[in-house]
């Protein structure tokens, strides 16, 4: 999957947030707390989901503007 450059700084972005948190979730784990350190980390694990999958509605005018391109504009590739 490609990505532009505002889609990978958005990812790093959220990436940065959940470092921390999935830092502190590995820290209970390694207490023996395995409730809130498995909650720790799959808060983590979901906020980088959630920005890698979750369709937003500033995504939309991309994805528009992406598709009515491709619709119009043909590669050399595609002629043949």
Do not use: C, N, S, W
């Amino acid at each position: 999957m490609a990505q532009g450059i505002l889609d990978t700084i958005g990812l790093l972005t959220v990436v940065v947030f959940a470092v921390p948190v999935a830092l502190f979730g590995a820290e209970h784990l390694v207490r023996g707390e395995v409730v809130p350190g498995v909650a720790f980390l799959a808060i983590a694990v979901g906020m980088v989901a959630i920005e890698q999958y979750v369709v937003t509605p500033t995504d939309l005018p991309g994805m528009v503007a992406e598709k009515t391109v491709g619709a119009v504009v043909k590669t050399d590739d595609e002629d043949e």
